[in-house]
């Protein structure tokens, strides 16, 4: 029976995105603070007798199963580096995380599989951080996990001191959009630059509470004119709870983050609204 190789992708927050710069390339100059929460998915590896990617769980309805697929393009792309073969290469992946919800879920799934495969196919850290960049913008912080800061177009990544654990509700619209992130940097060019400072005041902050008042997201000045729908849930959804909530990424989900044990609560307030609702908290790295 050939060995299955496990591991936890989780999900993300980003706490600070300021974005500061377009360029030339395409991408844009970011300066973030990402962190890591429990929820997760779980990754699966087989190095010999696999057939390509294989999807269950909750949110397996829309990750692609194909040569798209993050994870597998990560394997992939791995394998070029090294000189290998993906023939038998299996990777099963259990989708706890919503699909394309501002979460990460994607890009964590692609760098849980390069950390499984590095013992196994003898990679460096090196080689896995090159092929990380190559796929995208967020894989590089899942290399790292926990909390830090993201810099360049994402892929410049420096731990910060872990932040105290803290309650985390997730609130997913049932309806995401086609080219999700393209279009809100698209709305985003039509506006100022940030001036930035915000991701460098957070970075050096002692590491204590923190609630949804001391989150930033650049993508908050047009979320709620691209998602349809976002503005109201987002309204309803601060006026039931009390607390300020907030854009996770890209969207559309919205999140609440606080004292854990209020979690329930804040969860509770959702109650009949057209979302689904995820309690989760914060986790480190590893």
């Known amino acids: 029976m050939a060995e299955r190789l496990t591991g936890q992708a989780p999900a993300k927050l980003n706490l600070v995105l300021e974005v500061t710069a377009r360029r030339d390339d395409g991408y844009h100059e970011v300066d973030t603070v990402l962190q890591t929460l429990e929820l997760a998915d779980e990754v699966g590896v087989v190095l010999t007798g696999g057939r390509g990617v294989q999807v269950d769980g909750p949110y397996a309805r829309g990750t692609p199963t194909g040569d798209s697929n993050l994870a597998w393009r990560a394997a992939a792309g791995l394998a070029q580096h090294l000189g290998r073969d993906t023939r038998g290469l299996g990777i099963?992946?259990?989708?706890?995380?919503p699909p394309a919800a501002g979460l990460g879920g994607g890009a964590s799934d692609a760098?849980?599989?390069?950390?499984?495969?590095?013992?196994?196919?003898?990679?460096?850290?090196g080689q896995l951080l090159e092929v990380a960049n190559s796929i995208g913008s967020d894989e590089a912080f899942f290399l790292v996990r926990g909390t830090?800061?993201?810099?360049g177009r994402g892929e410049l990544v420096t731990p910060l001191p872990p932040l105290a654990r803290h309650g985390v509700v997730l609130f997913i619209p049932p309806e995401t959009i086609e080219q999700k992130?393209?279009?809100?940097?698209?709305?985003?060019?039509?506006?100022?630059v940030d001036a930035g400072g915000v991701a460098e005041t957070f970075a050096r902050r002692a590491a204590g509470p923190f609630r949804g008042a001391d989150v930033y997201n650049s993508f908050e000045r047009v979320a709620f004119d691209v998602f349809e729908g976002l503005g109201e849930l987002w309204a309803e959804l601060e006026d039931r709870t009390g607390e300020p909530i907030r854009l996770a990424g890209a969207g559309p989900t919205l999140f609440w983050i606080g004292a854990e044990h209020v979690t329930p609560v804040v969860a509770?307030?959702?109650e009949g609204l057209a979302c689904t609702v995820i309690e989760t908290a914060t986790a480190g790295g590893g």
């Open 111 to 125: 760098a849980t599989v390069l950390r499984l495969l590095q013992a196994p196919w003898g990679a460096t850290e």
């Open 92 to 97: 099963r992946l259990t989708k706890r995380i």
């Open 181 to 192: 992130t393209a279009r809100m940097f698209a709305a985003l060019d039509r506006l100022p």
């Open 268 to 270: 509770a307030a959702a």
């Open 148 to 151: 830090a800061r993201a810099r």
